[in-house]
T-cell receptor, first 114, second 113 residues
Framework: NAGVTQTPKFQVLKTGQSMTLQCAQD?????MYWYRQDPGMGLRLIYY???????DKGEVPNGYNVSRLNKREFSLRLESAAPSQTSVYFC?????????????FGPGTRLLVL | GQQVMQIPQYQHVQEGEDFTTYCNSS?????IQWYKQRPGGHPVFLIQ?????EVKKQKRLTFQFGEAKKNSSLHITATQTTDVGTYFC?????????????FGAGTQVVVTP
């Protein structure tokens, strides 16, 4: 099993450009998450999907959209990138999304917005 | 703002020494999880604490959940170079019906041989 995979690994964008970060998991997990990690801020939840067909906002959703394409895939879209969105983005998944669930993280996407 | 605070932000440890990192929440938590992230890597689950006053050990790591379920600690004895990384705590507020984790900012651990 590959676990949680993310593409691309690195990306440089100019302000105003759009892009989609892809995430897939092969563990048959129901819940998936997108986080961003900034120095000194830890991990902040952007959006999550408790189950296929549902998505909800997390702590910092502004400037992002998500799509739960199917049970395996959860994508994050930046419609008009801003320098403040320079960050490391992690996708994660868990079996059922409850508070007692372990989250499994992907390797991350390092995004630089100029 | 961030409701789960971790201290210290940085910990410089001599190999063989012990250290403790602390996690404090402004609200009561249902549970707390600890993750470790190696430099350039991704967070990896270490352990979960659920009960008030719970203590769990993993080899040289001891995790504790406070009686009021508002704080937690991670104590590492006889630090090794393999302990290098950032340790995060993540808690779910008792008032949340679903597992929306609040992560602390992490304690970055540097080990000097």
């Amino acid at each position: 099993n590959a676990g949680v995979t993310q593409t691309p690994k690195f990306q440089v964008l100019k302000t105003g450009q759009s892009m989609t970060l892809q995430c897939a998991q092969d563990m048959n997990h129901n819940s998936m998450y997108w986080y961003r990690q900034d120095p000194g801020m830890g991990l902040r939840l952007i959006y999550y999907s408790a189950s296929e067909g549902t998505t909800d906002k997390g702590e910092v959703p502004n400037g992002y959209n998500v799509s739960r394409l199917n049970k395996r895939e959860f994508s994050l879209r930046l419609e008009s990138a801003a320098p403040s969105q320079t960050s490391v983005y992690f996708c994660a998944s868990s079996v059922a999304g409850g508070p007692l669930e372990t989250q499994y993280f992907g390797p991350g996407t390092r995004l630089l917005v100029l | 703002g961030q409701q789960v605070m971790q201290i210290p932000q940085y910990q410089h440890v001599q190999e063989g020494e012990d250290f403790t990192t602390y996690c404090n929440s402004s609200t009561t938590l249902s549970n707390i999880q600890w993750y470790k992230q190696r430099p350039g890597g991704h967070p990896v689950f270490l352990i979960q604490l659920v009960k008030s006053g719970e203590v769990k050990k993993q080899k040289r790591l001891t995790f504790q959940f406070g009686e009021a379920k508002k704080n937690s600690s991670l104590h590492i004895t006889a630090t090794q170079t393999t302990d290098v990384g950032t340790y995060f705590c993540a808690g779910t507020r008792a008032t949340d019906s679903w597992g929306k984790f609040q992560f602390g900012a992490g304690t970055q651990v540097v080990v000097t041989p």
